[in-house]
């Protein structure tokens, strides 16, 4: 019986949290966890593995990395030693995020437990990244009000701006109610683990060349504009890892399926 891999969310989740308070070098979208069943391999927690230089030549994208866990072992850790494996295989990236490997000279119980005690300590002066991460905090922020995104102290917090997106696609006029990923987190996150969502903006400080991803995506169509000038639109399906525009952008308009614009951008892209 072969070994047997599934899309861990909830580790996803945690590698995700944990990224942004230690490791900020850590592309978002470049981590998938996996929980495997059946491994025979004797003693093994969990393993981090990376997509190679000639994979990402092949692919014409760079650095990707997967943290396995393995079901039989990891499941019966304590939430502690849980955590501290996580940290432990996000700690085996390097700053670089080239495709190598930091290896046990440095990661070691020592560093990990070190590391550990940050964290704990990182979350209790910023308990609100939890529930950001859920989702929790985003929905508070919008009942709270439309267009705001300091809190009483002045402090910038992590949820979307929203605001009125225009642009013209062969000869019909979109008026889009899009939220703009504002921060790092935010369009790192993008539509991912989002059932629904409204469409989303990214504004890039200068024009890029960068591919996208759909990995725990729902289906959208990507518009790529640099100034008002539309370079590219596709439609999105799930799971794809690395999807480029015809040409360089400084702006990425991302429109799910559940929108109202999504068909109607959709027919004029067969026409």
């Given at each position: 019986?072969?070994?047997?891999?599934?899309?861990?969310?909830?580790?996803?989740?945690?590698?995700?949290?944990i990224?942004?308070?230690?490791?900020?070098?850590?592309?978002l979208?470049?981590?998938?966890?996996l929980?495997?069943?059946?491994?025979?391999?004797?003693?093994?927690?969990?393993?981090?593995?990376?997509?190679?230089?000639?994979?990402?030549?092949?692919?014409?994208?760079?650095?990707?990395?997967v943290?396995e866990?393995?079901?039989?072992?990891?499941?019966?850790?304590?939430?502690?030693?849980?955590?501290?494996?996580?940290?432990?295989?996000?700690?085996?990236?390097?700053?670089?995020?080239?495709?190598?490997?930091?290896?046990?000279?440095?990661?070691?119980?020592?560093?990990?437990?070190?590391?550990?005690?940050?964290?704990?300590?990182?979350?209790?002066?910023?308990?609100?990244?939890?529930?950001?991460?859920?989702?929790?905090?985003?929905?508070?922020?919008?009942?709270a009000?439309?267009?705001?995104?300091?809190?009483?102290n002045?402090?910038?917090?992590?949820w979307?701006?929203?605001?009125?997106?225009?642009?013209?696609?062969?000869?019909?006029?979109?008026?889009?109610?899009?939220?703009?990923?504002?921060?790092?987190?935010?369009?790192?996150?993008?539509?991912?683990?989002?059932?629904?969502?409204?469409?989303?903006?990214?504004?890039?400080?200068?024009?890029?060349?960068?591919?996208?991803?759909?990995?725990?995506?729902?289906?959208f169509?990507?518009?790529?504009?640099?100034?008002?000038?539309?370079?590219?639109?596709?439609?999105?399906?799930?799971?794809?890892?690395?999807?480029?525009?015809?040409?360089?952008?400084?702006?990425?308009?991302?429109?799910?399926?559940?929108?109202?614009?999504?068909?109607?951008?959709?027919?004029?892209?067969?026409?």
């Amino acid at each position: 019986m072969g070994i047997k891999y599934e899309i861990a969310l909830d580790l996803q989740e945690q590698v995700n949290e944990i990224a942004i308070l230690l490791f900020p070098h850590v592309k978002l979208d470049s981590v998938v966890c996996l929980r495997s069943h059946g491994s025979s391999s004797r003693g093994t927690i969990a393993r981090c593995h990376a997509l190679g230089k000639a994979m990402q030549l092949a692919l014409g994208r760079k650095g990707f990395y997967v943290i396995e866990v393995i079901s039989k072992r990891f499941d019966k850790l304590s939430e502690t030693d849980r955590l501290k494996t996580l940290i432990h295989e996000l700690m085996h990236i390097p700053k670089s995020f080239g495709g190598g490997f930091i290896h046990h000279n440095v990661v070691h119980e020592r560093n990990v437990e070190r590391e550990f005690q940050r964290y704990i300590n990182l979350k209790k002066k910023e308990n609100f990244v939890n529930s950001i991460i859920k989702g929790e905090g985003a929905e508070k922020a919008r009942e709270a009000s439309d267009n705001f995104d300091m809190d009483n102290n002045g402090r910038k917090q992590w949820w979307f701006w929203k605001m009125k997106f225009q642009f013209n696609y062969k000869g019909k006029n979109f008026n889009i109610d899009a939220e703009e990923c504002n921060n790092y987190f935010l369009r790192a996150k993008g539509l991912m683990f989002r059932k629904k969502s409204k469409p989303l903006l990214f504004v890039f400080g200068k024009q890029t060349k960068r591919a996208i991803h759909s990995l725990f995506c729902i289906p959208f169509i990507a518009v790529w504009l640099d100034g008002d000038n539309i370079i590219d639109v596709k439609i999105i399906k799930p799971w794809k890892i690395s999807v480029f525009p015809r040409g360089k952008f400084d702006k990425l308009l991302e429109i799910p399926d559940n929108d109202c614009n999504f068909n109607t951008l959709k027919l004029l892209i067969f026409e």
